[in-house]
T-cell receptor
């Protein structure tokens, strides 16, 4: 158990619809990252939030957006769903910011179980 | 684009045997991490090795890092059926955003 939860577990939508996926980070973790994992592939970085501000974005269009809240919860929103958006969506929380002993380094990310999105 | 590339893509071994997976990456790194994923669910962090370390152990896991060759290997000794999973290496060439390879699928037969 990583202490990171995601909801829902599974979701089926149709093309053109909008979807909101939710994540609850470990308490005290100021950074949340979202990843998309297509079948048979490794996770692809979507974006990251640090203390409610976007802190980097991968190669995903603007219809992928996010929010991070002060209570360590966050959301991934996807508008105008496309068939290729079908994937496992993973959130990961980490301490982020200035971590003693890890200055300038990556700190460990703790992943949730993921949300399986199917777009028909 | 993917920073890390794992090799082999799939590996099938008998319980009790050792499993070795390799990872190559493209840019300079501060550290490299290995993750495990069971049945398409969440990833579990296994081990992090820093760029100034050459080898690191954690239980039955042994990770090596060769920054001159931009490669790393993960060795699982005395494998168990429960080790059946996909294994990914990940680096962070741009801050704290992990870049994963396509993974190695390990199957341990009992």
């Amino acid at each position: 158990e990583t202490g990171v939860t995601q909801s829902p577990t599974h979701l089926i939508k149709t093309r053109g619809q909008q979807v909101t996926l939710r994540c609850s980070s470990q308490s005290g973790h100021n950074t949340v990252s979202w990843y998309q994992q297509a079948l048979g592939q490794g996770p692809q970085f979507i974006f990251q939030y640090y203390r409610e501000e976007e802190n980097g974005r991968g190669n995903f269009p603007p219809r992928f957006s996010g929010l991070q809240f002060p209570n360590y919860s966050s959301e991934l929103n996807v508008n105008a769903l496309e068939l290729d958006d079908s994937a496992l969506y993973l959130c990961a929380s980490s301490l982020g910011g200035l971590v003693p002993g890890l200055a300038g380094e990556t700190d460990t990310q703790y992943f949730g179980p993921g949300t399986r999105l199917t777009v028909l | 684009s993917q920073q890390g590339e794992e090799d082999p893509q799939a590996l099938s071994i008998q319980e009790g045997e050792n499993a070795t997976m390799n990872c190559s990456y493209k840019t300079s790194i501060n550290n490299l991490q290995w993750y495990r994923q069971n049945s398409g669910r969440g990833l579990v962090h296994l081990i992090l090795i820093r760029s100034n370390e050459r080898e690191k152990h954690s239980g039955r896991l042994r990770v090596t890092l060769d920054t001159s060759k931009k490669s790393s290997s993960l060795l699982i000794t005395a494998s168990r059926a429960a080790d059946t999973a996909s294994y990914f290496c990940a680096t962070a060439p741009d801050g704290n955003k992990l870049v994963f390879g396509a993974g190695t699928i390990l199957r341990v037969k009992s």
